[in-house]
């Protein structure tokens, strides 16, 4: 089987994905490298040009010659018995679409099958079935309803219903803010929720080679203004993420807890990360990402480093579940 690292997209999470090929690229330097332009074509690329890419979080990545439809890859992926390691994130890598492809093909893929992505990155959705596995998620607030439910909780937060690396943020403090989420919402479902005040966690989930899945260690973040969004989380030197947290031993296994139950509720496989409030009254789940990073900077690497497991050993072992399930 021959390892291929696809990665790109053709979503707003293409930058981020470069840098998590580059840190994959880096880990599994055998593996083939195909990129997954904007224009849905595939393209091969050389290692040198991957990792020569200085600023992958801000300049685009740019593939040589001509590629191929993203069908065709997928074709291609299945004749030469390709394993796919996913080095891609939101839109249609995340969303379960990518995966369908590589399913109805054979193909064989690292991550969560086609339906638990596409539950997972609905926020609506998954906040519904996280509840049904006894994980506490804020209320959401109707557009409508968004200048009575302001004035009631005096915050709210307001992010698209499918999409990530926190684009598309925004913070309702005052009346004026609601302008910006009318005007987002024209383009794209928004969730919108009471602001909660507390502490940004964030908890990683890995199955491993047995079926067993375990909880890492919660990672806790803090930023210079309070927002975690795209900047803060790429290209601000402020960002702290300190792992393990330092919540007491209590509110971190109630995180644990709360991840792996997430992550079961939604059926996900090999890896997925859960994020969270730790409010005044304990953990409130917020969202699960199916395919988060892992570039160097990324918080999922930062865990698997504080519970003692090496990058190359992780990507060994999800080869090995995308492999065994590829034959079921």
Request: proline share 4%; net charge negative; charged share 25%.
């Amino acid at each position: 089987m021959r390892i291929t690292i696809l990665f790109g997209g053709t979503n707003k999470e293409r930058l981020v994905s470069v840098a998590t090929a580059q840190a994959l690229h880096t880990a599994l330097p055998e593996a083939d490298l195909w990129f997954w332009d904007i224009d849905d074509s595939v393209h091969q690329v050389q290692s040198e040009k991957l990792l020569g890419h200085a600023r992958p979080f801000e300049d685009p990545f740019k593939p040589d010659g001509v590629g191929v439809a993203i069908e065709l890859a997928l074709d291609k992926a299945k004749a030469e018995d390709r394993l796919l390691v996913l080095g891609l994130h939101g839109g249609r890598a995340e969303n379960g679409e990518l995966q369908a492809m590589c399913e109805m093909r054979g193909v064989a893929f690292t991550g969560s099958g086609s339906a638990s992505s596409h539950l997972a990155f609905d926020k609506i959705a998954a906040k519904q079935f996280a509840a049904l596995a006894g994980v506490k998620a804020p209320a959401g607030v109707a557009l409508g309803d968004a200048e009575k439910a302001l004035a009631e909780y005096g915050r709210l937060i307001a992010k698209p219903a499918r999409d990530g690396s926190s684009y598309g943020l925004i913070y309702v403090n005052a009346r004026q803010d609601l302008v910006a989420v009318r005007n987002a919402a024209k383009t794209e479902e928004y969730v919108i929720e009471p602001f909660i005040s507390g502490t940004e966690a964030t908890c990683g989930v890995l199955e491993q080679a047995d079926g067993s899945v375990i909880a890492l260690p919660p990672i806790e973040i803090i930023t210079a203004d309070g927002g975690f969004d795209y900047t803060a989380k790429y290209l601000a030197k402020s960002t702290q993420e300190i792992c393990p947290g330092r919540f007491s031993p209590e509110i971190s296994a109630g995180i644990m807890d709360l991840a792996v139950r997430a992550h079961r509720a939604m059926s996900c496989s090999g890896y997925s990360r859960s994020d969270f409030i730790v409010s005044a009254k304990g953990p409130v789940y917020l969202e699960t990402n199916t395919l988060p990073g892992l570039t160097k900077a990324s918080l999922y690497p930062k865990a698997l480093k504080a519970q003692g497991i090496e990058f190359i050993d992780f990507l060994r072992g999800q080869i090995e579940l995308g492999a065994k399930r590829a034959q079921k």
